[in-house]
Every structure is written in C-alpha cells, then in structure tokens.
C-alpha cells in the first residue's frame, strides 16, 4: 500500500532528521533523501509534498548543492523552503540572494502579514522564531509574494499558485514553539494530506510484509540484547510468524547487574518469545584476558559474540533469515559537505554476523525513529521497563572498566551502577537523562575508614543529556541526588573509597569513556 508520503531533500543541515520527525508527528509518512535525487526518482515516488531542508552552504557559492533544472516543474506537488531551502527557491527562480552584514543566529520575531497566507492559518500575527543563517534575500522571485517579515525584511514568501512556500527560519526546532502547527499547515492545508501513519496501521502492514517475505515454512533467528530495538523487532517478528523465530540472548558476562536473568524471564514469560539463553560470560572473560586497548576490546567482544551466536543458530537448522533492529537514522544516506568523518569508536560489534553466516535479513525497524520504536513497542504489549530503557553499548561494562577486565572487576561496577540506577529510579529522575552509568578507574587513592587509612578504588559517575547520543551534555544532577549515590557506594561496594561526577561534554569527550 501507497502511503501518503512527505520527501525532504537534504542539504546538510543539522536539523534535517528533525523535519522528518515533525512530520511524522502529524501521522504523515516521509522520507529523507540526499539534494541531488533527481526529479524523476522524486515525482516516481508519487508524493505529496516536497520539503527543502536547510543547510551550511551558501547558494551564492558556485559549487552549492542544488536541486535539478527541471525540479520546480517536473514536481508537480506543493513545495516548502526552510533557510537554506528558501534560499535556493529565490536564487533559481529569479529572486537574488546575498551574503548578509552579519549572520543572524538565535531567536527573533516574525509579523505575519495580514490577509496572509495557508501556511500560517490560525496562528496568531506575531511568531517567535529560531533564525541560522548568514545570506538574506534581496529580491524575490518572480510571481512570490511576501507573507511574514522580520524587522521588514521578507522571512516568509509564496507562490500560492505554483504550490511554494518559503521560510527563513526554522519550524522544526523547539525553539520555534508554533513550528509544529506550520508543519501541520503545510501538510494537511497545503499538500491535503489526512494522516495515515500510525502505530497500529504500521503493525498490521509489516506483520503481513514479514509472513510474504519468510514464506509458510522459512526459519528465523534473531539476536536480543535486552535493549528497546532488538526487542521490538523481536515481537514484532513474533506477531507475524510465532515459533518460527528463534531469538538468542548472549550473556557476554558485561551486562548490568542480575541482567541476563531478568530480562530472559521477561522474555520468555511475558513476551512468551522462544528465546535461548546463552550464559557465555567465561569465554568472554577468557578472551578479554589482559586486553587493555578500548579498539581491541571491542574487537574480541564482537568477535566472540559472533562466534556464539553463529554455533547456537547452527543448532536451529535450517534458518535463512536474521532479524535486526537497525533504525532509521542508520539507514539514511547522510549528505556530507564537509568531507566525510573519521571512526571514533567502531560501534558497529554485531555487523559480521549477516554475512558470516550467509543469512538474509530482515529490518522490520528500519524506516522508523527511536520514538516511534518506543510507540510501535508500547502497542505491541512491550513494558516500559524495557521501552525506556536506557541505551546500552553492546561491549557493555567492557568499556566501563577502564584497563583489564577481570570477573571481580566487573562484580564491584555492577553493584556501583545498580546503586546509581537504583537511586536515579527512586528520585524520579531516571527518565530525565539519556544515559547514565558507573565507570571503574584504574587508579587507587588514600581515603579513611574510621581509624584506618584506605586505598582503593574510584568510580566515576557519568550522565547524559541528549536526543541521539551524538552530542550530549552532563547532566546537571541535584547536589541531594548525588551524595545519597555517594554515600551508598562507598559504604555498600567493597573495595571503592571516592566517587567522582564526569562533568564532561560531547564533543570534545565521548559518552562513553572508552
Ligand atoms: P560515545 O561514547 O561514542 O557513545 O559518545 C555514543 C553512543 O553509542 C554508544 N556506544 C556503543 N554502542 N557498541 C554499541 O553498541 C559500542 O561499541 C559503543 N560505544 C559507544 C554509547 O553508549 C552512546 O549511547
């Protein structure tokens, strides 16, 4: 089935995955697709709108991204600009676009004018906005019209009658707080969408689509991590073939305190998925051994894992399938106009598997963000107990000790971490955060334990902000909060004498501290 489909064509903008997510919100399915698609691909995939995102070029550069000649005609379906997006509509359609005194960054006001415009209905006459840019527009196009402006300065325009319309600022961001309902204009007033993306009608579309692509008698198996993604895929696969699945749960011995046992019985009792349980953790230990490297760790925790999961699916038969939670955001194919980024940390430990064992995969995620997992998870009956769950790496507490990993080592950060979860759960903070977690240090250092001088270990307490872990922020925990964990640990973990809060950001550190 043809949903109704939004394409925003990316120019690089750091706000681009937020469009698609506004949109989305509305109940609107739609697609991210580098700027140089061409016209044909676009118009084949039948759309109801077009978005152009912003982006960090200038389109008085020669070199900008661009979209083809034929674009504006060949379209055929409304049209919206957003910065750089409104931008390139002047510049091709016989507006004039030059660089400004300054670049205007940052919040500022917006009249509509009156009389104006389907893209501001029902919204009052005066918008606060978010601005990023640093051309302004000097002419219009032909046939556009102003309809809001900025210290008079056109910073919305349109050509009702070829189905454009333009913004300067940016709707998608919160910081533009009636953005959502310009989105919502342009969607359901302009492009007449009505909205046929939802939860229930996504289940029901990929339940049918997974049982056409297995077939009545195919095998599956599939991973589980104890995370949000492989679990809804799980279920999801579930639903449509049953049995026919069967998951893997790998305890690697690097998971969070009483974990494996846990999350397995909910598997098995809750979910009632047929999943085994694989308790590995001494060979993973055994391969760890003395491998201090964060690159190498992560190498043989992925290699073993492979290992694992490829002698247990062995023992299935004849399976031709894996299922995988990969998201959309990994699926998009990212402009990049600053040349392409280095690999910090590989965190792709699983992606052999497919390939090693000569399977066929199934991505039952793979066009949907991280909250509509969360929304498609919660109709399926998955508990918020997995559902919000924080994100977990899959070298798990390998990467939480700092320097060797041993079996001891791994016990005393378990219950240093339990405690911090434990309490981030009992202050009603827990949701606030985007990660949070204990590391153990490689350093010891002198404390005093009633008569006694100590020296022992120190854990670092680490938690995040942010909205897809590539950058983040510390959180600003309360004083009261992080003195009861103190407290707790140092006297119920044996072994640890200081507890340090990593007031550390993303960039220049990482979220993980290796
Ligand atoms: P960093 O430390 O790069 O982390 O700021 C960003 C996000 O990725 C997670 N992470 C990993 N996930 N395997 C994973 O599956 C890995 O090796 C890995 N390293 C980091 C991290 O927890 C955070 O959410």
Redesign the pocket.
Known sequence: MQHETIIILDFGSQYTQLIARRVREQGVYCEIHPFHLSSDAIAAKRPMGVILSGGPSSVTDEDAPRVEDDFYDKIGVPILGICYGMQLVAADLGGAIEPAARREYGHAKVKVLSGATALFNELPFELDVWMSHGDHMTRLPDGFTPVATSEDIPTAIENAERGIYCVQFHPEVSHTPLGKEIIRNFLFDICKCKGDWTPAQFIKEEVDKIRELVGPTGNVVCGLSGGVDSTVAAVLVHEAIGERQTCIFVNNGLLRADEFEDTLKLYKEHLHLNVIGVDASADFYSVLDGVVDPELK?KAIGAKFIDIFDAEAKKIGDVKWLVQGTLYPDVIESVSLRGSSVT??????VGGLPKKMDLKLIEPLRELFKDEVRLIGKDLGIPDEILQRH?????GLG?RILGDITPEKVELLQKADRIFIEELKNFGIYGDV??AFAVLLPIQSVGVMGDFRTYEKTVALRAVTSTD??T?DWARLPHDFLAAVSSRITSEVRGVNRVVYDISS?PPS???WE
């Open positions: 992560r910090i940390k590989s965190h792709h430990n994100p977990f790496p899959g070298p990467v985007w990660q872990g590539m983040a993303k990482t979220i993980e």
